[in-house]
């Protein structure tokens, strides 16, 4: 149940985006793509966030830590879940320039394999892609920073990366538009500079993608 639940909230917040996308009449100019080509022939793409200007919304499902605060507009979860292990965020992204170009949908949480991970980007004249993975451990970003010196209540500044994918990659699970068909891996970096007196977040979230086309078949 608590599965079908959250996989309602996404698809909700997934089918608002698509409806805002495709509505009849509404044109979205195509934002140019920073992509690299890497060695094995796939192509390099990051996009940014940056705390605290680019988070829109988050609910703490009794995990979010620090998080899940000071995020205006916060949704409800249904009660039933308000205990559980899971944290749904919402955000603008930016191209590598630092252009707001999307929105996207980050959820954690736990299931019988353990902590997921997933990601929903929508870049209105692109498509979406989705990113999943295993490994980020609950309260992540709040150990970091006090293993660092934080402390709740008081001002913070420093640096601290966290890597929230773990040793390994997550996946490039699914697109649409420009990003269909394509498969790779991803990596979700936060480097955090500081936190004020009341627990803001300041610093960015990069996801690092490697992505390529399924090869063409060979001719007959």
């Given at each position: 149940?608590?599965?079908?639940?959250?996989?309602?909230?996404?698809?909700?917040?997934?089918?608002t985006?698509?409806?805002?996308?495709?509505?009849p009449?509404?044109?979205?100019?195509?934002?140019?793509?920073?992509?690299?080509?890497?060695?094995?022939?796939?192509?390099?793409?990051?996009?940014?966030?940056?705390?605290?200007?680019?988070?829109?919304?988050?609910?703490?499902?009794?995990?979010?830590?620090?998080?899940?605060?000071?995020?205006?507009?916060?949704?409800?979860?249904?009660?039933?879940?308000?205990?559980?292990?899971?944290?749904?965020?919402?955000?603008?992204?930016?191209?590598?320039d630092?252009?707001?170009?999307?929105?996207?949908?980050?959820?954690?949480s736990?299931?019988?394999?353990?902590?997921?991970?997933?990601w929903?980007?929508?870049?209105p004249?692109?498509?979406?892609?989705?990113?999943?993975?295993?490994?980020?451990?609950?309260?992540?970003?709040?150990?970091?920073?006090?293993?660092?010196?934080?402390?709740?209540?008081?001002?913070?500044?420093?640096?601290?990366?966290?890597?929230?994918?773990?040793?390994?990659?997550?996946?490039?699970?699914?697109?649409?538009?420009?990003?269909?068909?394509?498969?790779?891996?991803?990596?979700?970096?936060?480097?955090?500079?500081?936190?004020?007196?009341?627990?803001?977040?300041?610093?960015?979230?990069?996801?690092?993608?490697?992505?390529?086309?399924p090869?063409?078949?060979?001719?007959?």
């Amino acid at each position: 149940m608590k599965t079908l639940i959250l996989l309602t909230v996404v698809l909700g917040f997934g089918a608002t985006l698509a409806g805002a996308h495709f509505a009849p009449g509404v044109t979205y100019a195509r934002v140019p793509s920073h992509t690299t080509v890497v060695a094995n022939g796939g192509r390099s793409e990051s996009f940014l966030i940056r705390l605290p200007a680019d988070r829109i919304a988050a609910t703490d499902g009794n995990a979010g830590g620090m998080r899940a605060l000071h995020a205006a507009g916060a949704m409800q979860l249904p009660a039933q879940l308000m205990d559980q292990p899971v944290l749904i965020e919402h955000f603008k992204v930016r191209d590598a320039d630092g252009s707001v170009v999307g929105v996207a949908a980050r959820h954690w949480s736990i299931d019988a394999g353990g902590p997921t991970t997933v990601w929903s980007l929508l870049i209105p004249s692109r498509g979406s892609v989705v990113l999943r993975a295993r490994g980020e451990q609950r309260g992540a970003v709040d150990a970091a920073l006090r293993a660092k010196g934080y402390a709740v209540g008081k001002t913070w500044d420093g640096e601290v990366r966290v890597a929230m994918t773990g040793n390994e990659p997550g996946a490039v699970a699914v697109g649409s538009g420009e990003f269909a068909n394509l498969s790779g891996t991803y990596t979700e970096s936060w480097t955090l500079a500081g936190v004020d007196d009341a627990g803001e977040l300041r610093g960015t979230i990069e996801l690092a993608t490697v992505t390529r086309a399924p090869e063409a078949s060979a001719p007959e």
